[in-house]
């Protein structure tokens, strides 16, 4: 017979009958090794054997197959028999090469023919007599299945971790490395000492072969062998080619088909999907059970994770191969739907969900997922599909940021469906859910008051990109959500969207039951708001910065589409951002401008917003914002200058750039000196070719010249040569002209000084000519007479400074003497008021200032008492100079002068200027100066006094130095425009350190950040932390503990507070009593939060020498102020801003979970901080026990002698330390057991009213259904329940926490949840309570509305998350009729301390 020689290489009748016994016996768990010479013949065999006897079994089955009958099958086992050949022999030896496989370090060979026998073992299970035979074992069944990946080589060890990512990286969150269980670490050695072993590629196709063999064996046994009585092997079947899917890539699609010719199937991960199909025939069991285990293993496969038999999964690297079996698996599950219908529908819900609730943070995962969750319910009719966005509504509130950031993404890819028709859903209930509207309002727009800063983000960010989807329903809803008709509006308060409070989230991702995952309903009406815009504009200030780039985003979508108004309040908010302290929010506000500049470039508030925005950041400190800035004002500006002629049409871009210069020139000249950088930087880099400048010039005659001129008076002093003809033209035209505009006046004067050492002589004469004649007109408006003296300085320079000098002396010198004239013909006359000219009076005295500087011989003492005369009363004796100010007295001191207000304020400019040219003027006006600033009323001339002493301060360091006491008192003065002038100046004086932190500036300037104009504060602090602190790191620090002494005007010190200070000043600047406690507490937190550690640190331990020390040495004494004293410094040693960062912050916890995923660099951050967190924490310790307890202790019995009330303060300073140290307070306190005993007592007393206070705010009213954190809130932290088993695919359940049944007992809840027990509805309302272990049998859990199907398949029920019981109890489902009367009002759940302490 064929098959008893293809049986011969096996040596049957030479194995022993005693060997054979011992193999079963050891249930195929372990080889046995046979003879020595009956081993290495079968070692020998070689795979041709294989393949005959395999060829020849399965023509025998074929022929059973064909012939329909029991003969074929019968002669198999009757020949064996007859021939004496033994089947349980021949099943021992087909596992010996079985096992062999198994053992370490086996070769190619032994692996082919380890895999050609297990092929062999499953053809024989395949023909009918196999059970009767006992050729059937289940756990060799198993080890057969298990050589697919047993017999294929892994990869090294490095490459493995490398697709594999750890699961602690899974959702963005650190974790603690993971301790490796037994099991693992022992596949770990297999695969290290795998890994000395080399496989050619030869070697690796040979064992592909037998890979691919021994898989069409395996379904060539699934189609005739049932499984249905062994569901072990069913599981283990599902699990094996699920793992198949990954073996190798695809080439092409693949056809998924019930009949199908297995010969045909190439792929290893096509044959996988064919027998993962035929698992789900009847024969094999419960379609259902069936179906939910091929579903709980592909889900896995579309959220590209591992997962083993046990331990939790974790993620694989997203390769091309990945991706590809990923999609694969989600167009299987589509077509089982359609081959299965209402058969598969349940459990694609169940998918679905899973898929929701294993999602992991990291972006790219997400995005995937969401894709295939689009593709999944792309399958769904609709009234299906509108059940499962009703749980993605209650899902888009999860207590997990994950989840409520997925919900997210899942909306997006819903929204480019196309939407759905109501007519299609039966139920009449759940057509809301079909529409888009509802997607964008109800989920997307919802998350915008998402607690999670990353949420928020997201949400923004996809709400700017539903403006772009084609759908109109979608920007509808967009626009019914910002327009002012009809929108449903709410309280400011109510708008707060109830998110549950964001938990940690986990780390790993535990095995769950795979069962439909339901969530409570609740019922939103958050979607419509009064002040969307207004909220929208506070998101672009938020506090953290992905928020804030997400609202930019938002905002120029909303303004591209018309959704909300172009004002320029909206646009300011933009332009604004560009100025943000993060760099990225920076660029991101640039880009945002640049974007809504593009697509509506003829809007002038636009084009205004775009300008504020740019220009100022071409002097931005980031050099990448810097270059961002040029090239966008290079792209917009520069590049479209082209060659004008009048008949030329200019095109949109052109038009463009001729409105923003004509805003330049007109609106916002106030950016005229960062324009200027601008060009200094362009200069360098050579842009202005000659091309460049003649196609300017050649605009200078059309009717947009006013930014022709603006752009030549930037490039003229960078340029070699311009061609002077048209200029000169140009000039002459505007001296002839009546009607001059003046800032294009201003522009042309530039260029003509920059021009003027290109002109010859007589060109420079005439020139001056028409300056001085133009001049001499005093009709000038006053920027014109400063750029016309600036303009005749250039034309008159030269080599020769004496011959410069002398052209200056010759004209500047002329116009000083007609301005004295005339300010003499007017002083000295009486009734001089009656008929003034006020404004000839003031360009008089301007062009004598700005004259003056360029000929300081030419000022005489006439001049500079005309111009004091000016200021004060008229002097008879004036003429003859015979009468002088006297420096003791302030201006407004003399004798009332008649003249107004801002001929004053000119005179006050005009008499600096002066001053600046002679240091004997500058030691006789600062004192009147600083008379006027003390007792002057007007507060022009006081603004101006303010900058002339500022101005002579650079000159005349030494001189003014003594008056800046002076001047920083006008940081308390009653105006606020003197106040924000003083501070404007004094800074910038600092940051050029003309003036030193010296007396009481510094103090000064921490009173500036309580200032009651919110405008002024914050300027402040921009002043002291983004200008001063970085040229200065240590000045908060120096000057923390003189402040709490100055502040509380303490001067009992020895070493604080003595600087010299009128009773004035003290009374003005003091900040003492409890009705400004608030303010110097502003100051302290402010001060402390810009602290480093180590500068934390050494106050501390500063705050111990100089206060503490003081008073428990009874150095200060312990009156009212000293009282106060203490009291303030134990309250600021209280504060958490004094807390070390290094011990306060959670090592590895990302600010803002800006970060999505981590990396190796961020891991050893995390480890590196963990230790230096310990070390600190150590020194501190140390610290406080040796310098901080003794003098506590000394502190406490003075205290208690005088029976001071400050000890009430001492010991909240005490609960406030030892709270990370409250089971060492005997160790701290050995010295003094009594103290130690008070401060545990107030510990254990502060913790139980913390306590009490958490389960009071865990509680809500029965009324308080409007805030949105009653509603349907989730617990932090989900509910522990019993260890789930592996395989069971139930339901993830969300903890809910019921406010009724919160305050029964354990007993109670039980039997509360035994009566409801057989409730059965179609209602989806979830009531978390919880039950016993075991309570809950054969009941329909969570089951959807329209379906009648019982999705619990055993008794794990309802768990979410968690893999261990806390308590031994299980959060049940119980679903509520729409008959039953609804839970009255929820109570508060109120419960003893000391109950819940017996219950732990």
């Given at each position: 017979m064929e098959l008893i020689s293809a049986l011969q290489f096996l040596r049957l009748n030479d194995v022993t009958e005693a060997w054979v016994d011992t193999v079963w016996d050891l249930e195929f768990t372990e080889r046995k090794p046979l003879d020595d010479a009956i081993e290495e013949e079968l070692t020998a065999s070689d795979e041709k054997s294989f393949r005959a006897l395999y060829q020849c079994l399965l023509a025998h089955a074929d022929d059973h197959q064909s012939v329909g009958s029991d003969g074929a099958s019968q002669s198999i086992w009757v020949v064996l028999g007859e021939s004496g050949t033994s089947v349980k022999s021949l099943v021992a030896v087909l596992s010996s090469f079985i096992l062999a496989a198994k053992s370490k370090g086996a070769n190619v060979h032994q692996r082919v023919n380890s895999l050609s026998a297990a092929s062999l073992y499953l053809l024989l299970l395949r023909i009918p007599g196999s059970i009767g035979n006992k050729v059937f074992h289940e756990v060799l069944l198993d080890t057969c299945l298990d050589l697919t990946s047993h017999c294929w080589p892994q990869d090294s060890g490095k490459k493995r971790k490398k697709d594999i990512l750890k699961s602690s990286q899974s959702e963005g969150k650190r974790s603690k490395p993971q301790r490796k269980d037994t099991a693992e670490m022992e596949v770990d050695e297999e695969e290290e000492e795998e890994e000395e072993l080399h496989f050619s590629g030869r070697d690796l196709m040979r064992i592909r072969d037998a890979v691919a063999l021994l898989v069409q064996s395996l379904l060539r046994l699934i189609q005739i062998f049932p499984l249905k009585d062994r569901p072990q092997s069913m599981i283990h079947c599902v699990q094996v080619l699920s793992k198949l899917l990954y073996f190798e890539p695809t080439i092409g699609g693949l056809i998924f088909a019930a009949e199908q010719d297995i010969t045909k199937l190439r792929s290893i991960p096509e044959m996988a999907f064919h027998g993962l199909q035929l698992l789900c025939l009847p024969k094999h069991g419960d379609q259902k059970e069936s179906l939910r285990r091929v579903f709980h293993q592909l889900l896995y496969v579309i959220l590209m994770m591992k997962k083993g038999n046990r331990g939790k999964p974790s993620l694989l690297v997203p390769s091309q191969t990945i991706l590809t079996t990923r999609n694969q698996a989600v167009q299987f599950v589509c077509h089982l739907v359609d081959e299965l219908k209402e058969l598969a529908l349940p459990f694609l819900q169940i998918l679905l969900q899973h898929i929701c609730f294993q999602m992991v943070e990291k972006s790219e995962f997400r995005s995937h997922g969401a894709q295939a969750v689009g593709m999944l319910t792309s399958q769904m009719a609709s009234t299906d599909y509108a059940y499962f966005i009703k749980w993605l509504s209650n899902f888009s509130r999860h207590s997990k940021m994950v989840h409520r950031l997925f919900s997210v993404d899942v909306v997006m890819v819903l929204l480019e469906q196309p939407e759905r028709r109501p007519e299609e859903c039966q139920d009449p209930d759940l057509v809301c859910f079909l529409t888009h509207k509802f997607l964008i309002q109800n989920l997307l727009f919802a998350r915008r008051m998402d607690e999670s800063p990353t949420v928020q983000g997201h949400a923004l960010n996809c709400l700017a990109q539903c403006l772009?989807?084609?759908?109109?329903?979608?920007?509808?809803?967009?626009?019914?959500?910002?327009?002012?008709?009809?929108?449903?509006?709410?309280?400011?308060?109510?708008?707060?969207?109830?998110?549950?409070?964001?938990?940690?989230?986990?780390?790993?991702?535990?095995?769950?039951?795979?069962?439909?995952?339901?969530?409570?309903?609740?019922?939103?009406?958050?979607?419509?708001?009064r002040e969307n815009v207004a909220l929208l504009l506070r998101h672009v200030k938020d506090s953290k910065t992905n928020v804030r780039k997400a609202a930019l985003q938002a905002m120029v979508g909303l303004l591209k589409h018309d959704v909300i108004p172009m004002t320029w309040e909206n646009l300011e908010t933009l332009s604004e951002r560009c100025r943000d302290p993060a760099v990225s929010v920076k660029k991101k506000a640039l880009q945002c401008v640049g974007e809504l500049l593009s697509a509506k470039p003829e809007c002038s508030v636009v084009q205004k917003a775009w300008l504020q925005g740019v220009v100022p950041a071409v002097v931005d400190p980031e050099n990448s914002v810097q270059d961002k800035a040029l090239e966008a004002l290079d792209l917009v500006l520069l590049n479209q200058i082209k060659p004008y002629s009048v008949n030329c049409h200019l095109d949109a871009s052109q038009r463009l750039t001729w409105n923003l210069l004509s805003l330049l020139c007109h609106e916002c000249q106030n950016l005229s000196r960062y324009f200027s950088r601008a060009f200094t930087i362009w200069s360098k880099q050579k842009k202005f070719t000659p091309v460049f400048i003649t196609s300017l010039i050649s605009h200078t005659e059309a009717d947009h010249a006013a930014g022709a001129w603006l752009l030549l008076s930037k490039v003229a002093a960078s340029s070699p040569k311009l061609p002077c003809g048209k200029i000169l033209d140009a000039w002459d035209t505007m001296i002839s002209s009546k009607d001059v505009n003046v800032t294009t006046c201003c522009h042309i004067l530039c260029v003509m000084g920059d021009i003027a050492r290109h002109l010859n002589e007589e060109t420079k004469d005439r020139v001056v000519g028409d300056l001085m004649s133009w001049l001499k007109t005093f009709t000038l408006p006053l920027e014109m007479i400063s750029s016309a003296v600036e303009t005749l300085y250039q034309l008159g320079c030269s080599e020769d400074m004496k011959q410069t000098q002398a052209f200056l002396n010759q004209h500047c010198g002329e116009l000083v003497l007609m301005c004295e004239s005339y300010l003499a013909s007017i002083i000295l006359t009486e009734n001089r008021a009656q008929d003034l000219d006020e404004e000839l009076m003031v360009k008089h005295l301007h062009t004598l200032g700005v004259a003056s500087l360029q000929c300081p011989a030419k000022v005489s003492k006439r001049t500079v008492l005309l111009v004091e005369s000016v200021l004060t009363t008229h002097s008879d004796k004036l003429a003859e100079c015979q009468k002088e100010l006297p420096g003791s007295l302030p201006l407004s001191q003399f004798k009332a002068n008649s003249l107004p207000t801002r001929v004053r304020a000119h005179g006050v400019i005009t008499l600096g200027k002066l001053s600046l040219l002679h240091e004997e003027l500058v030691q006789k006006y600062l004192p009147v100066f600083a008379r006027?600033?003390?007792?002057?009323?007007?507060?022009?001339?006081?603004?101006?006094?303010?900058?002339?002493?500022?101005?002579?301060?650079?000159?005349?360091?030494?001189i003014v130095d003594h008056y800046i006491p002076n001047i920083s008192a006008c940081l308390r003065d009653s105006e606020p425009v003197i106040r924000q002038q003083t501070l404007i100046m004094l800074t910038n004086l600092l940051q050029e350190e003309f003036v030193k932190w010296k007396g009481s500036l510094f103090f000064r300037f921490m009173v500036a950040l309580v200032d009651p104009v919110p405008a002024i504060a914050s300027l402040t602090e921009y002043c002291l932390l983004h200008l001063l602190l970085k040229k200065n790191p240590e000045m908060f620090s120096q000057h923390f503990i003189e402040c709490i002494f100055h502040f509380n005007s303490y001067s009992k010190h020895k070493s604080y507070n003595k600087f010299p200070q009128s009773e004035r000043e003290k009374v003005q600047f003091s900040l003492k009593g409890e009705q400004h406690r608030e303010k110097r507490f502003r100051i302290y937190r402010f001060l402390l939060e810009h602290f480093t550690d180590a500068q934390r640190f050494n106050i501390t331990n500063k705050i111990n020498q100089t206060i503490l020390a003081c008073f428990a040495d009874e150095e200060l004494p312990l009156d009212a102020d000293g009282s106060g004293i203490l009291s303030e410094t134990f309250s600021i040693l209280s504060l958490k801003e004094m807390k070390l960062h290094a011990i306060s912050s959670s090592a590895g916890v990302a600010a803002g979970e800006e970060a999505e995923e981590e990396n190796m660099a961020a891991m050893a951050k995390a480890v590196l901080q963990a230790a230096q967190k310990k070390v600190v924490s150590q020194v501190q310790k140390k610290t406080f026990i040796e310098n901080t307890v003794p003098l506590i202790i000394s502190l406490k019995n003075l205290l208690e002698q005088k029976h001071s009330p400050v000890l009430g303060n001492l010991m909240s300073y005490l609960q406030v330390t030892m709270q990370d140290y409250r089971n060492e307070v005997k160790e701290f306190f050995s010295g003094d057991e009594q103290l130690a005993s008070e401060i545990e007592f107030v510990l254990k007393t502060a913790e139980k009213e913390r306590e009490m206070l958490e389960q009071m705010n865990t509680c809500s009213l029965a009324g308080d259904a409007k805030t949105p954190k009653a509603q349907g809130s989730v617990q932090g932290s989900p509910v522990r329940s019993r260890p789930l088993l592996p395989f069971n695919f139930a339901t993830p359940q969300p903890p809910r926490l019921n406010f009724q049944a919160a305050r029964l007992s354990l007993t109670d809840r039980v039997h509360r949840s035994r009566r409801e027990e057989d409730v059965q509805s179609k209602s989806i309302t979830l009531e978390g309570t919880v039950m016993v272990k075991g309570a809950v049998k054969d009941r329909a859990i969570s089951t959807p509305k329209g379906f009648n199907i019982n999705l619990t398949f055993d008794e794990g029920v309802s768990a979410i998350l968690s893999d261990q019981g806390t308590s031994g109890e299980s959060s049940v489902l119980h679903v509520r009729s729409s008959e039953q009367q609804a839970p009255g009002p929820r109570l508060w759940n109120v419960q003893s301390p000391l109950r819940l302490r017996k219950r732990i």
């Open positions: 772009e989807l084609p759908s109109l329903n979608a920007t509808k809803a967009i626009h019914n959500l910002f327009s002012a008709s009809g929108t449903q509006t709410v309280l400011e308060g109510e708008i707060t969207e109830g998110t549950l409070s964001t938990q940690h989230t986990q780390k790993t991702y535990p095995t769950l039951p795979f069962r439909t995952v339901e969530l409570s309903s609740t019922d939103s009406s958050g979607c419509y708001t006027e600033l003390e007792l002057g009323t007007e507060v022009s001339v006081r603004n101006n006094i303010i900058v002339i002493m500022c101005d002579l301060c650079v000159r005349y360091t030494n």
